[in-house]
């Protein structure tokens, strides 16, 4: 994103799909660049804006640029859009690409876009956006060793517990990030470890998203003392944590799912995809070699689905909907359509509430 700044006038925006990723980019960007957060680069999430009259890299959130495109439909002064780790693919994110595509062929023709990832099928996407060039850059990642581990009828914090025992014994160098479904899942997890964490000297810290950001930067924060990350999904991209050289997968995330009978929505505990699984491992080799166990079977990595599916294909769509109408947007070209019965569905029921003329169409 930085170089964007040489090639256009204006603004550079780049999306991220979380507050901690986008916080810890900019961090990133601004240190790169040694200058304090918020002159050059800044960033902006839900109740926190980092940023000043001449910020020119703004990091934000998906729903950020949502808003924005509300209060501005125009984005002027922006001169470049980046889409950062689009193959999580959540309906926020494929809402800003099908607004912003339309932008860009109406009456922004000079706006920007980029969609970024390290496991994205990129064929779709550049189609979708003109057959536009598609420029790879292999990185540098250091060797992984990645063992599987058999089905066991032990509590996830147990196995947690003998996973982390057997990287203490191996002599583990560095820190250890444990990826869990939830906040539920993370709370058990530390009572189970704090008598190995006082036996050892280990530091165990949780990260969320709903810690505050004092709390996640404790966690993500280089310190003397080694340390057991807890961690959500929040850690899976966008996300390098300094010193961490083993990752611990559980296989499992909180999904958000919506229920056919009463469309409220519900977080599930889901397998992840190979592409979740893989982003996941990556964690451990950015900074050195690293070490991966998965708590699951290499069979069962296997049968799981290579990516996940598209929140718009699977998601209750009336809050969408409903952004839509506030923009007076009709028709719109997407990457995935989504369901033609989900965003009847969404429009009827906003019709019953009395929301904003209906203006929203299927394509």
Known sequence: PPFLLTLVRGQVL???????????????????????????VGYQVRFENVSGPNTRL?????????????????????????????HERHLDGDLALALLRRLQKTSRPDLRL???????????????????????SEG????????????????????????????????????????????A????SARTLESLAARHGVLVLPLHGDLSPAEQDRAV????????????????SSVTI???TAVIDSGLARVAADSPWTGLPSLDIKRISQASAIQRAGRAGRTAPGRVIRLYTAD?????????????????????????????????DWLDAPPEAAFTAANVLLDQLGASPRMAEMP
Do not use: W
């Open 221 to 236: 924060t280089p310190g003397p003392q080694r340390k057991v990350i807890l961690s959500t999904n929040v850690a899976e």
């Open 185 to 188: 899942e993370i709370r058990r």
């Open 300 to 332: 069962d990595f296997h049968r799981r689905p290579s990516t996940d599916v598209p929140e718009i294909l699977r998601r209750e769509l009336s809050q969408m909907v409903l952004q839509l109408r506030a923009m007076k947007v009709g028709k719109l």
């Open 140 to 183: 540098r990642l250091y060797h992984l060793r990645i063992t599987y581990t058999p089905h066991s009828a032990a509590a996830l914090e147990e196995q947690i517990l003998e996973a982390i025992e057997s990287l203490l014994r191996e002599g583990l160098d560095g820190d250890v990030l444990v990826f869990l479904p939830g906040a």
């Open 14 to 40: 780049v999306l991220e799909p979380r507050r901690l990723a986008a916080r810890m980019a900019a961090r990133r960007v601004a240190f790169e660049l040694g200058e304090p957060l918020g002159k050059t």
């Open 114 to 136: 980029v969609v970024m990832s390290a496991t994205l099928d990129t064929g779709p996407v550049a189609k979708f956006l003109g057959d536009c060039p598609v420029v790879r």
């Open 58 to 86: 703004r990091f934000v959130t998906e729903g950020v640029l949502t808003r924005r495109l509300l209060d501005d439909p125009e984005l002027k002064g922006v001169g470049a859009v980046v889409l950062d780790e689009f």
């Open 242 to 244: 300094d010193g961490v």
